[in-house]
C-alpha cells in the first residue's frame, strides 16, 4: 500500500513538472548523469522545502549511491523528504531502514524515533481498526529500550500514553454498542458485560472504570430482566454481586444512587421471578391433575406454563 501512495506522489510531481514547460532546467538535471549535481540539487531543494522536487532527485539517487559514502545522509535526507510530504507509510519503513542499516549512525537514534513518530501518526482514530495503534506502541517501547536515556525517552512514553487512552476509548465503545444493542438480541448485553471485564483486565488503569463497572452491572441487570423467569433469580443474583463490587470499588460515586436503584431493581425481580415461577408452577400442577382425572383442560395454556414444563 505504501509503494502505491509513494509512487503517487512521484508521479503527480513528474507530470506537473512536465506540464510546466519543455525541458526545464530542473527536467534536463532529472534526466542527466551527473549524480553529484543532482544529489547537491536534492539537498538544495530539501533545505528550500521543496520538498517533491527533492524526493524526485533522492528517489533516482538512492540505487546509484548504494555503498557509498554519500548513501547515509542521502538516505537521511530522503526519509526526511517523505515525512516532510506527510507519506508517514514510506517514511516510517525509510526511518527504520536507516537505524537498521546504520546503527552507529550520529543520526541512528533520531531515524528510530521518528519511524515510531511515523507509526504514531498512521494511528486511526479510535473506531477504526488499530492494527497501527499497537504497532506503533511496540515501536515507541522499542526506542525506549534501546534508549532509555534519551531525551526523546520521556516524549515517546507520553505518545505511549496517548496511544493507550485511544484503544482504551475502542474497548469502551465496543462494550457500549453491545449494551446497546442488547434491544435487538438480549444476549448482548450479556457479552457487554464480558467485553466490560475483558477492557479492564487489558487496561487496569483504565479512566473509564467507574462508568464501566456501573454499565456491568445495568447490562446484567437488564440481561436479567429480559430472562425467562426460571433464570431470572441467578442472573438478578450476578447484578446484585456486580453493585456489590461497584459500592466497593467506588464508595463516593456520583453513580451511587443509579447502581443502588438497579440493585434494588434485582431484588425485587428476583421476588417477582420466584411468584411467577410459583402461580405457573401450581397452574400446571392443576392441569396435570385435569388431565390425570380426564377432565377437558381448558385452552388457556400459556407461555410460561410451558417454559415451566421444558425447563423444569
Same mark, same amino acid.
Given at each position: 500500500m505504501f509503494k502505491i501512495k509513494h509512487l503517487l506522489i512521484l508521479s503527480l510531481t513528474v507530470v506537473i513538472l512536465?506540464?510546466?514547460?519543455?525541458?526545464?532546467? #530542473? /527536467?534536463?538535471l532529472r534526466l542527466s548523469n551527473d549524480v553529484t549535481k543532482k544529489y547537491q540539487e536534492g539537498i538544495r531543494l530539501y533545505n528550500k522545502k521543496d520538498?517533491?522536487?527533492?524526493?524526485?532527485? #533522492? /528517489?533516482?539517487?538512492?540505487?546509484?549511491y548504494r555503498g557509498t559514502a554519500e548513501a547515509e545522509d542521502l538516505n537521511y535526507y530522503y526519509a526526511f523528504t517523505l515525512y516532510r510530504l506527510k507519506d508517514y507509510t514510506t517514511a516510517r519503513y525509510k526511518f527504520k531502514e536507516f537505524a537498521d542499516t546504520y546503527p552507529a549512525s550520529k543520526n541512528a537514534e533520531e531515524c528510530r524515533y521518528m519511524g515510531a513518530y511515523c507509526y504514531y501518526l498512521d494511528s486511526p482514530k479510535s473506531s477504526l481498526d488499530q492494527?497501527?495503534?499497537y504497532k506503533a506502541i511496540d515501536a515507541l517501547q522499542l526506542f525506549i529500550n534501546l534508549y532509555p536515556k534519551s531525551d526523546r525517552a520521556t516524549q515517546a512514553a507520553q505518545y505511549i500514553a496517548n496511544l493507550r487512552n485511544k484503544l482504551e476509548v475502542k474497548a469502551f465503545d465496543n462494550a457500549k454498542l453491545y449494551y446497546t444493542l442488547g434491544g435487538y438480541d438480549v444476549s448482548n448485553y450479556k457479552s457487554a458485560v464480558v467485553a466490560l471485564k475483558n477492557a479492564q483486565i487489558e487496561f487496569p488503569d483504565i479512566k473509564y472504570a467507574e462508568e464501566m463497572d456501573l454499565l456491568i452491572v445495568k447490562a446484567q441487570y437488564m440481561f436479567a430482566k429480559n430472562s425467562y423467569a426460571i433464570r431470572q433469580e441467578d442472573r438478578f443474583n450476578e447484578a446484585i454481586g456486580y453493585y456489590n463490587e461497584?459500592?466497593?470499588?467506588?464508595?463516593?460515586s456520583k453513580y451511587m444512587k443509579e447502581a443502588v436503584a438497579l440493585k434494588e431493581n434485582s431484588e425485587a425481580g428476583i421476588i417477582a421471578a420466584k411468584k411467577m415461577i410459583a402461580e405457573d408452577t401450581a397452574e400446571y400442577q392443576r392441569q396435570l391433575a385435569l388431565m390425570k382425572r380426564g377432565e377437558k383442560v381448558p385452552d388457556t395454556t400459556s407461555n410460561k406454563v410451558e417454559i415451566i414444563k421444558t425447563q423444569k
Open positions: 512536465g506540464l510546466a514547460g519543455c525541458k526545464s532546467s #530542473f /527536467e534536463k520538498y517533491s522536487k527533492a524526493l524526485i532527485l #533522492f /528517489e533516482g539517487l538512492a540505487q546509484k492494527a497501527n495503534t461497584f459500592a466497593e470499588a467506588h464508595p463516593t
